[in-house]
């Protein structure tokens, strides 16, 4: 029986594609854009920020200097305003508020940095959730057991009773080695929908 539904954030309950970024600040020049894309999304820094051993500014000073002059204005935005405007997943919202009013617990587990909290109430569902984890406010991100542990305990949940949604193999298989039931999204809410609702 699932009780609890836990979500991953991005490409989960909101878009998380840099391409789409890059192209919507105006950068048409393919090469331009996936240099930003590799030395950006891609870099240690940007994982560190994951891990709460880095903040954006410390992102900034370690990735602009590997950027040439003209794409380091558009770095700093990404680094620090990549969700501006968030880009809500189709159809998530409207699946929070139905396991709300289902009386179902609901949940986010993110691998994020810390300013996650400052862009949160701007995401689609976000007041009905009843408990966050954020990686790098413990500096242990997914898949590693000891995330989903943490999140179990703090707010008394049984695994067994937790469906974990993400879009990643690999910490989907991180909930399911702590007992929690998971489900791999591919933006198949309909299908979501079917295994929670039946």
């Known amino acids: 029986m699932i009780r609890n539904v836990i979500f991953d954030m991005g490409n989960v309950l909101i878009h ?3 391409e789409r970024f890059i192209k919507r600040m105006g950068i048409t020049d393919q090469q ?3 240099l930003l894309i590799r030395e950006v999304f891609g870099s240690v820094a940007w994982s560190l920020m994951d891990w709460g051993v880095m903040d954006e500014a410390a992102c900034e000073r370690e990735v602009l200097p590997r950027l040439p002059e003209a794409l380091r204005a558009p770095a700093r935005q990404l680094i620090h305003r990549w969700d501006q405007p ?4 189709e159809g998530m919202a409207a699946f929070v508020r139905r396991c709300k009013e289902a009386g179902l617990g609901i949940y986010l587990l993110s691998n994020a940095s810390g300013r996650l909290h400052d862009y949160w109430p701007d995401i ?6 009843d408990g966050v984890v954020v990686s790098a406010d413990h500096r242990c991100v997914k898949p590693m057991p000891q995330i989903f542990d943490y999140l179990l305990n703090r707010f008394g949940l049984a695994a067994p009773e937790c ?3 993400d879009d990643m193999p690999i910490n989907v298989a991180g909930a399911m080695t702590v007992g929690m039931q998971g ?4 933006e198949n ?7 929670v609702f039946g």
Not at 86 to 89: K, N, S, T
Not at 124 to 129: A, E, M, T, Y
Not at 183 to 186: A, E, M
Not at 189 to 195: I, N, Q, S
Request: aromatic share 16%; charged share 20%.
């Open 163 to 165: 469906l974990f949604i």
């Open 183 to 186: 489900f791999l999204f591919r």
């Open 124 to 129: 689609p569902g976000s007041p009905l959730f």
């Open 189 to 195: 809410v309909t299908e979501l929908e079917r295994r």
């Open 16 to 18: 998380f594609k840099p």
């Open 32 to 34: 331009a854009g996936q």
């Open 86 to 89: 968030i880009m809500p997943m």
